[in-house]
């Protein structure tokens, strides 16, 4: 392809470097997981929210997050007092859907990793960016919906403060939101069922204009069984797109965070009034210096 017709391309560039962002299914897998301090911690509490089997091997002292889940969720996790030996372990990495190491010696992380990747075991080296098969970024969960913000190795605490901005600006009613979409979904599946082909596109256009339609603002009221029944029997039989003032609903506002808390307004104006007051003062004072008969 000459360089002219590559240019006049209406596809995105292809941007070589990035991570393939997926959302990776753990429910009752096998995962390994070596070390027992603070980032171990963080590793495992995301582990048991995805539903893993943990296996833990580290030498006491753990963590004190570590040990009180060890008695919170003790069927989740195996833990093996001790350290592992990469070179002679009773452990086989090839037993697990994947290995996390969060240890402080760094020749031993490194052993792991080769190991791992001997056996094609996906490995996650948390003191050795090169030796990460995947990375962890910063997290934020509000029930099913999950946000991760990855920087590729470069600036974490940056992707921790890219993601408390998102968390400030998400609306607030994310999860009912998705809860109403999700049952919408599912009673659609009864009355329209079969899966892909042209009712599958049929299904998958009228849930785009539905979406569109309702606005996040609105589409918590689907979780009510009524105003289900109502928006399928009037929409999906009808072949058409209602929106929430078709079945007697009031169309909702966004309820966006603000950047600008209102409740504070008392002390912006305070602030504002001492700014005014301050400028005038200065100026009254300016002109007065100005017009003082000079000697
Ligand atoms: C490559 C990666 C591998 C991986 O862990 O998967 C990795 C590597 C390393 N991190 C180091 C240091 C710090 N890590 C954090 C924090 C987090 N680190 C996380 C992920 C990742 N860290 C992956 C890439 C993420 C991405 O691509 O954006 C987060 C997002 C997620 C999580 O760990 O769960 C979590 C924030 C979670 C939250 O706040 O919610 C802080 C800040 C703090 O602790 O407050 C510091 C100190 C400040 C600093 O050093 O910048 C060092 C030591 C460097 C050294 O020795 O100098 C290495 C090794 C190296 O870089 O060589
Ligand atoms: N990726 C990330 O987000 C971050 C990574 N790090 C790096 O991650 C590593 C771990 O950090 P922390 O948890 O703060 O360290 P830590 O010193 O608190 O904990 C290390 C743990 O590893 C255990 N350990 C050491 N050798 C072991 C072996 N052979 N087998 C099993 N367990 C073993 C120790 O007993 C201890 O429990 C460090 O190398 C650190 O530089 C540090 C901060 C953030």
């Known amino acids: 392809m000459s360089s002219a017709e590559a240019s006049s391309s209406k596809l995105p560039p292809i941007q070589k470097g990035a991570s393939l962002m997926i959302a990776y299914r753990l429910e009752d897998r096998p995962v390994l997981l070596i070390g027992g301090g603070v980032v171990a911690a963080g590793r495992l509490f995301f582990l048991l929210e995805a539903g893993a089997r943990v296996t833990l091997v580290s030498p006491p002292p753990l963590h004190p997050d570590i040990s009180e889940r060890l008695s919170t969720n003790p069927h989740d996790i195996t833990w093996h007092s001790r350290s592992f030996d990469p070179v002679n372990d009773d452990i086989h990495v090839q037993d697990f859907a994947m290995v996390l190491t969060a240890i402080d010696e ?39 919906l999950q946000i991760m913000v990855s920087t590729g190795g470069s600036g974490p605490k940056i992707g921790a403060m890219v993601r408390d901005i998102v968390d400030r600006a998400l609306p607030e009613n994310l999860e009912e939101a998705i809860e109403g979409v999700g049952l919408l979904r599912g009673d659609l599946r009864v009355r329209a069922q079969g899966v892909g082909g042209s009712i599958g596109r049929r299904r998958m256009q009228w849930m785009i204009g539905i979406c569109d339609a309702w606005g996040l603002e609105s589409m918590a009221k689907l979780r009510d069984e009524t105003v289900r029944k109502a928006v399928l029997d009037h929409g999906w039989e009808g072949d058409r797109v209602v929106r929430p003032s078709d079945v007697g609903l ?42 003082r008969p000079s000697r």
């Open 106 to 144: 760094v020749e031993i992380s490194r052993q792991i990793c080769d190991l791992c990747r001997e056996h094609r075991v996906p490995v996650n080296v948390a003191d050795i960016p090169p030796s990460c098969d995947f990375y962890f970024g910063a997290q934020l969960r509000r029930g099913p």
């Open 250 to 291: 009031r169309e909702e506002k966004n309820r966006r965070r603000r950047l600008i808390d209102w409740s504070y307004a008392g002390w912006y104006a305070a602030g504002l009034g001492g700014m005014v007051t301050g400028m005038t003062l200065g100026m009254v004072g300016t002109i007065w210096m100005l017009k």
